[in-house]
């Protein structure tokens, strides 16, 4: 999980709820989400800020 090419492979939530409990899944599952849902924009915003510091 922790590598940065591990980002886009599924975790084993089912694994975690076992082991935690649904809660804790439920949050990994969040995470999860959340972390794919940024990076587009984070790779966007990086371009920006090339782009941007290019032109000064």
Not at 8 to 21: H, N, T
């Amino acid at each position: 999980w922790v590598w940065p090419k591990n980002v886009l492979k599924p975790q084993p939530i089912e694994d975690i709820r076992q082991y935690f409990g649904v809660k804790i899944a439920l949050y990994f599952c969040w995470l999860s989400f959340y972390t794919k849902a940024l990076c587009l924009p984070a790779i966007y915003g990086i371009y920006i800020w090339y782009h941007t510091g290019q032109s000064q």
